[in-house]
């Protein structure tokens, strides 16, 4: 906090100690604006504990009503957040999602989740304003919601929600730009003018991190391996298990003991919220972005590599490592792998072949004839299920797509890779921006850090798109390019010509929620 | 080591004595590691010294009173509802009365047409009629909010009625404003005083909407391009960029011409010449520079005789070995007329002496040659006439044209002749062609310039 009142700074800022919330569907990243990083990151996720609930007399948690958020508020005693307590194996407790494609679907949790950020940044949330990103798609009961929930009951004196690829937007420094952001649940492209983004050019598709980590635990199951997670592992002895023996089907034990102290009924979602931090190491050091389009066919050069389990078990990955990670830009390869062998398909897993509304039987993926001369253009020709133009809510910009329109669209629909939703924003784009969006294309999400995936999206847009000149930019630092969406926001809530657009608790009560979300939070 | 040491292990001949007191300044005595690189410098000695003028880091001030900064509450007068926020300030006077990023909030100031000037200027011959004053209104109110930036308008815009394309949302936008300024117009002109930057704007909003949609085409088109096309393109403009280039060439080439054919105007003053004095110190002047420019001469000639011995022997020895082959080149000429020269005592050359007839001399296949031969033996076909490399691939490729083949197949003495005369027709008349192809562009540009 430095900013001088007498003097403005080059960058005209000025911090009023303003608290920065991004949450994303993976992780909720919280922290001061005007600092370069969040201060807490921890997992959009909260354990459940039934049996501690079952036991309660009474439960007065949810009653706000009468409750007063700095007075007598207390977390209900049976929920669990943060990495530190979350990740304590406890019985019958369950993992449960806070937020879902981006938006905040379990508001009692996110309420939890939001006391315990502002604890542990020790802010004082009635002096201090909130920041808030959110989706483009977010809808307009979510952000009536987040305004009732901050202004009436923490009762910050101001709160704004910022677009999230606007914030990246302003964390990248180009106001006129594609924002790619490759994160957990959701990848979006977000073309970005003067730092407002372009609701009705907007596309997105579910293949982010969490379709690559659907796809590794498939890859152990078909091996018949049981993941065990760390917790659950006492000592161990290093077992390999190499691509030769898989194809000789040879069966390999892991040798292992379990650990005694690990409470009975542990339950199934907390063992694969902590598989998934195997499928994220996996993520990070073994899977890699093939240069070129794998098709069914061709037979490509593939260095194998080992990743070891918490087990003791050394897996060695060929061309899995290259096909799971080009399944991003490519999902046809692995949703039709699915329909042929329903049995790899885990019972949480969301039903990856589909977009929110489409059928599976009647989706038509395996149509792969295009027309000879129309072949250069497949990806501005055809229909996607995945991947259609999302309108808020909240703005209501939905009157141009008729709604018969889109789910007769999604009959004959084609499921979009990376680089074809990127291609179909830009090309729906008006020309006078296209130039200058395709010149600005910023790669953020933590899933864009599996290596090759800028490389490979440069020559992919390249090669569709000779007119126009490509470039993608993507922080080099790891953290700045998982965090830009809260670095963004931080930037912007802590100039001194953004104070004027808080909404503050006045304002709400009278002009009314309705007009403030269409007419301040553009 | 000095620098001394240095040039003379890089074996640097220093054109002078290096002069020891010079360099050394009486100011500034440098010491340790820096003496050291600067004496690396040698002779080198940087153009512009700078002096660094501030430390790198500044020594921290204990002596003087930290200054006090204050969490204060301010108030941001851009807002109409007085939200108090805090922010850090320094010095302990009262805070000022404006919020200092107050003058940042600027707002368009567009037309705003309420319902009564809607009934009254737009709404009769509204030729875009399926616009209501509602969407209008509401038109206006979104330009207002996004400060007239259309793409985001267009995104933004949701009202219940027909569909709107960008064009249409700016053209009832410019149209609109079009009638109100007119109107506006009018009542300033009543009252006498019109503003012409007004008159101005009111063109400026004619908006085209057909012309707009058609550059959008063409632009997308433009964008559409395929990598071939592309490269055609390209390829396309650096050619015609360099016929651009040699006509401009060409042109100032011909300007040349003609300044030239002019009588050269003078460019200085001539009358002080005009009388004897004049004319004697011009002669003066111009022997002066003559005289000057060959002691020029002679000092360098001098410098590299005054240079070290061992050069200057071996200038000798070289110019000693030039001369040797020069002689021995010599030598041949004069032998060879004494050879060639045929000995009367011969009878073989009595025998040719008397004269034959030219069918004999055919038949004996002897041939007489105005032109002194070389001596020893050569083949005939070593005697075909040739060209500069350019001229001969032409040749060649014209004899390719005419199905002769580059070098005849049988070497008689009438063929080499017949040849020769062939090829240099060749040539005179491809020169003639290169003559007719210029003049022609020449007479075009001169035609297409007037
Ligand atoms: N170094 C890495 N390489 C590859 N993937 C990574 C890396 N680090 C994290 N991930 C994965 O990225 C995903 C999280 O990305 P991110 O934090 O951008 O998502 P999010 O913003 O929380 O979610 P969303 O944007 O979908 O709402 C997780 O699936 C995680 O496993
Ligand atoms: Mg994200």
Redesign the interface.
């Known amino acids: 906090?430095?900013?001088?009142?007498?003097a403005?700074q080059v960058y005209?800022g000025?911090?009023?100690?303003a608290v920065v919330l991004d949450a994303g569907s993976f992780s909720t990243r919280a922290g001061y604006a005007g600092e370069d990083s969040p201060r807490y990151v921890i997992p959009s996720y909260y354990g459940y504990n039934e049996q501690k609930k079952g036991d309660l007399v009474e439960d007065t948690a949810l009653d706000y009503a009468s409750i007063t958020y700095k007075t007598n508020y207390k977390r209900r005693e049976y929920t669990y957040f943060g990495d530190e307590s979350i990740h304590v194996p406890r019985s019958q407790t369950q993992i449960k999602p806070i937020i879902h494609d981006e938006i905040i679907e379990d508001w009692d949790a996110a309420i939890e989740m939001f006391d315990y950020l502002f604890n542990n940044l020790n802010a004082d949330i009635e002096?201090q304003?909130v920041f808030m990103t959110e989706p483009v798609w977010n809808t307009k009961v979510n952000k009536l919601k987040s305004l009732e929930v901050f202004l009436e009951f923490f009762k910050t004196?101001?709160f704004y929600l910022g677009k999230a690829p606007s914030c990246t937007a302003f964390a990248a420094g180009r106001p006129n730009s594609l924002i790619v952001d490759i994160g957990h649940n959701v990848t979006s492209v977000t073309p970005v003018?003067?730092g407002?983004c372009?609701?009705?050019?907007t596309m997105k598709t579910h293949y982010g991190g969490g379709f690559l980590d659907a796809q590794l635990r498939c890859s152990f199951m078909q091996r018949g391996i049981d993941l065990i997670p760390r917790f659950q592992i006492n000592s161990r002895t290093f077992t390999k298990y190499s691509l030769e023996q898989l194809q000789a089907k040879q069966k390999v034990e892991p040798q292992f003991q379990t650990s005694s102290l690990v409470p009975e009924n542990i339950t199934e979602s907390f063992k694969e919220f902590e598989n998934q931090r195997i499928y994220n190491e996996m993520k990070e050091s073994l899977i890699v972005v093939p240069e070129t389009p794998i098709s069914d066919s061709s037979k490509f050069d593939y260095q194998s590599r080992y990743f070891e389990l918490p087990n003791g078990l050394q897996v060695e990955f060929g061309d899995e490592r290259y096909n799971i990670a080009n399944s991003l830009f490519e999902p046809t390869n692995f949703i039709n792998f699915w329909k042929k062998h329903p049995e790899y398909h885990h019972d949480d897993d969301f039903d990856w072949s589909t977009g929110e509304n489409g059928e599976l039987d009647e989706l038509d993926i395996n149509n792969d004839y295009v027309p000879l001369k129309r072949g250069?253009k497949k990806e501005d020709t055809a229909e996607y299920s995945e991947g259609g133009p999302v309108a808020s809510d909240g703005?209501?910009?939905n009157?141009?797509n008729k709604p018969s329109n889109s789910s007769a669209a999604s009959k004959n629909a084609k499921v979009a890779g990376l680089s074809s939703l990127i291609n179909k924003t830009i090309s729906a784009l008006?020309?006078?921006?296209?130039?200058q969006v395709a010149h600005n294309i910023v790669v953020t999400g933590a899933t864009s850090l599996v290596p090759g995936l800028t490389d490979r999206l440069f020559k992919d847009l390249g090669d569709t798109n000779?007119?126009?000149k490509i470039r993608i930019h993507a922080s080099g630092n790891t953290s700045e390019r998982k965090y830009q969406n809260w670095i963004g926001g931080s930037i912007l809530s802590s100039l001194?010509?953004f104070?004027?657009l808080?909404v503050?608790k006045?304002?709400y009560e009278?002009v009314g929620g309705e007009r403030l979300i269409t007419?301040r939070f553009? | 080591m000095s620098s001394h040491d240095i040039l003379d292990v890089f074996n640097v001949q220093r054109s002078e004595p290096p002069k020891k007191k010079k360099k050394i300044e009486p100011k500034k005595q440098l010491s340790g590691i820096n003496r050291e690189l600067y004496q690396l410098l040698g002779e080198n000695t940087p153009a512009l010294h700078l002096k660094p003028t501030s430390k790198f880091r500044k020594r921290l001030d204990t002596n003087s009173k930290a200054a006090a900064w204050r969490w204060v509450k301010?108030k941001?007068n851009?807002?109409d509802?007085?939200?108090?926020?805090?922010?850090?300030?320094?010095?302990i006077g009262p805070?000022?009365e404006k919020?200092?990023?107050e003058q940042?909030?600027q707002k368009l100031k567009l037309p705003d047409p309420d319902d009564v000037t809607y009934e009254r200027l737009i709404k009769e011959n509204d030729e875009e009629n399926d616009w209501t004053c509602e969407e209008t209104k509401y038109l206006f109110k979104m330009c207002k909010?996004?400060d007239l930036?259309w793409?985001?308008i267009?995104?933004?815009?949701?009202?219940?009625g027909p569909?709107r394309s960008?064009e249409d949302l700016k053209q009832r936008f410019y149209s609109v404003c079009q009638k109100i300024l007119i109107d506006e117009n009018k009542i300033l002109k009543e009252a006498g005083i019109l503003d012409e930057n007004k008159t101005k704007l009111i063109d400026a909003l004619n908006f085209d909407k057909s012309k707009e949609i058609d550059r959008?085409k063409y632009?997308?088109r433009?964008?559409?391009?395929?990598?071939a096309e592309?490269a055609e393109e390209e390829s396309l403009v650096i050619e015609a960029r360099r016929f651009e280039q040699a006509a401009q060439k060409m042109l100032a080439e011909r300007a040349a011409l003609l300044h030239l054919l002019d009588s050269p105007a003078s460019t200085a003053n001539i009358s002080q010449y005009s009388n004897s004095q004049g004319l004697a110190q011009l002669y003066n002047s111009l022997m002066f520079t003559d005289k000057s420019k060959k002691r020029k001469q002679e000092q360098d000639t001098a410098v590299t005789s005054s240079a070290g011995m061992a050069t200057d022997s071996k200038k000798l020895n070289k110019k000693q070995q030039q001369q040797q082959p020069q002689q021995s080149q010599q030598q041949p000429e004069i032998i060879s007329p004494q050879q060639t020269t045929p000995q009367p005592e011969n009878p073989v050359a009595q025998l040719l002496s008397k004269k034959l007839t030219a069918q004999e001399e055919a038949a004996y296949g002897l041939s007489y040659h105005a032109e002194r031969l070389q001596p020893g033996v050569h083949l005939r076909s070593s005697k075909i006439a040739s060209y500069k490399p350019s001229v001969q691939t032409k040749v060649n490729s014209t004899l390719n044209e005419l199905g002769i083949p580059n070098r005849p197949a049988m070497i008689s003495k009438k063929i080499v002749e017949r040849f020769d005369i062939l090829t240099d027709a060749i040539t005179t008349l491809l020169e003639t062609k290169k003559q007719i192809d210029s003049i022609e562009t020449e007479q075009n540009l001169v035609w297409n310039s007037q």
Do not use: C
């Open positions: 906090m430095s900013a001088t009142t007498n403005p005209g000025d911090e009023v100690g002096e304003p004196p101001g003018l003067d407002m372009l609701s009705k050019n250069k703005t209501g910009t009157n141009n008006d020309v006078d921006i296209r130039q000779p007119g126009l001194g010509i104070h004027q808080w503050s006045q304002e009278e007419e553009r | 301010f941001n851009s807002r509802d007085g939200l108090q926020l805090s922010h850090w300030m320094k010095g805070s000022p919020y200092q990023f940042y909030n909010l996004y930036r793409i985001i267009n995104d933004r815009y949701n009202y219940q569909a960008l959008k632009l997308e433009l964008l559409g391009r395929s990598p592309i």
